[in-house]
């Protein structure tokens, strides 16, 4: 019996060993200088601060920058296939679009490449969060609002979780954003992040 009981005892040691050895999850982050960190040192960018954040929880969670300044989102939809097949993440973030809003690309096309990005995610088995943006007030309201409703009723059709705004209360400070207007400085960043992580964290667990 004492034998038994010492061996019973080992078992659990051994799975609970393996447990607390299991690999952090991976969040994979497919955006464009918005999160790539334009202009601004690495390690103030959003993901580099969720990195840090995710790094702090039990069970861990490792992140993937995969951000390209210039990217649209045909060109993040075509290289998502193998960055999916290399990091399997559990949670993969897509902040795109604002290439294709800026230069006044049809939001049809737009709409497809999100929705196309958002299935192929859930189809290896990760969740989706998508992080939407707004365009300056001199694109005029119609494609505006319509950039708007193309993130909406792609997260409605996919069921995925999203972020209206990724900039929300920063884009309209100016003492918050770069002198181009479009990308917030090194000290925005946190907000940026907490914007983020309001949206995040449900899909954690």
Not at 10 to 30: D, N, R
Not at 147 to 174: H, I, Q, S, T
Request: hydrophobic residues 50%; aromatic residues 4%; proline residues 7%.
């Amino acid at each position: 019996m004492r034998r038994f009981l010492c061996c019973l005892v080992m078992l659990l040691g051994a799975v609970v060993g393996a447990a607390h050895a299991a690999p952090p999850k991976t969040v994979l982050v497919l955006g464009d200088s918005l999160s790539a960190a334009h202009n601004i040192p690495v390690e103030s960018g959003w993901v580099h601060l969720l990195g840090d954040r995710l790094a702090k929880m039990e069970p861990g969670w490792t992140v993937v920058n995969a951000s390209i300044s210039g990217e649209t989102s045909l060109s993040g939809r075509n290289r998502l296939p193998a960055l999916l097949e290399k990091y399997h993440p559990a949670l993969l973030v897509i902040e795109l679009g604002a290439n294709d809003g800026l230069r006044g690309l049809p939001l049809a096309q737009l709409r497809d490449n999100l929705a196309a990005m958002v299935t192929a995610g859930q189809q290896a088995k990760a969740k989706v969060l998508l992080l939407g943006i707004e365009l300056p007030v001199n694109y005029g309201p119609q494609y505006r609002d319509g950039l708007r409703a193309v993130y909406a009723d792609v997260a409605k059709d996919k069921k995925a979780a999203l972020l209206p705004f990724l900039l929300d209360g920063v884009a309209l400070k100016p003492e918050l954003m770069q002198a181009d207007g479009l990308h917030p400085v090194a000290s925005a960043q946190p907000q940026v992040l907490d914007n983020v992580w309001k949206a995040l964290t449900p899909l954690l667990h």
